[in-house]
């Protein structure tokens, strides 16, 4: 999760729960971090952890210094390249890193960092695809999966037609209308699931 934090506003967001849950931080040190700006601003980056103290009075780095708004922690970029044996990868589960809201250079690190621990395999997902197709014909590696979010019957959302060597996936989770008809042409991989968490109107 080198970005954390989403504009969206799903109400079913298991993510923003956990943010909230787990988030703030405790000043224990000077920073260089302009407080008023981080207010006004939707968007926020960090160059070096942020501490917090526990119940028990022990010092611990924050996983969500400023809960769930959305956040680069630079520091957290060449984690793939520590470890060495290969996995799979679900990059910045706990944000949308193909937002609006999202300045390029963010994805551009992201993937520069991906490209440098090649030995993993590296899963995408958003509730943006159009956002995909301006970068697909720069990043293909095969090591990388692309996919999309959807809860109910919206159509294949990105447009993969000229790119073959593309994978590709959709998450309908949750899944909370029916689907009649469902085209998934050139799709590789189809999650499907219901809501979790403890929601009051939970699907």
Not at 89 to 107: E, N, Q
Request: hydrophobic share 35%; charged share 30%.
């Amino acid at each position: 999760n080198p970005v954390t934090g989403c504009l969206h506003g799903c109400e079913y967001c298991y993510a923003r729960n956990i943010a909230h849950r787990f988030g703030g931080f405790t000043e224990l040190e000077d920073t260089d971090l302009d407080y008023e700006k981080i207010c006004e601003s939707n968007i926020v980056e960090i160059e070096k952890p942020l501490k917090y103290i526990n119940d028990k009075g022990k010092i611990g780095k924050s996983a969500y210094p400023f809960f769930f708004k959305p956040t680069l922690y630079r520091y957290k970029l060449d984690e793939p390249q520590k470890w060495k044996k290969g996995r799979n990868i679900f990059v910045c589960s706990m944000a949308d890193l193909f937002g609006k809201w999202v300045p390029d250079s963010w994805i551009e690190e992201v993937f520069k960092f991906c490209e440098k621990a090649p030995q993993h395999n590296y899963l995408f997902l958003t509730k943006n695809p159009k956002r995909y197709e301006k970068i697909l014909d720069r990043y293909m590696p095969p090591n990388m999966w692309f996919g999309w979010s959807q809860t109910g019957p919206m159509g294949n959302k990105c447009n993969f037609s000229t790119h073959h060597s593309i994978k590709t996936f959709i998450s309908i989770e949750p899944l909370l209308e029916p689907f009649k008809e469902f085209h998934i042409k050139g799709i590789e991989w189809v999650i499907v699931d219901a809501e979790t968490g403890r929601r009051k109107d939970k699907v």
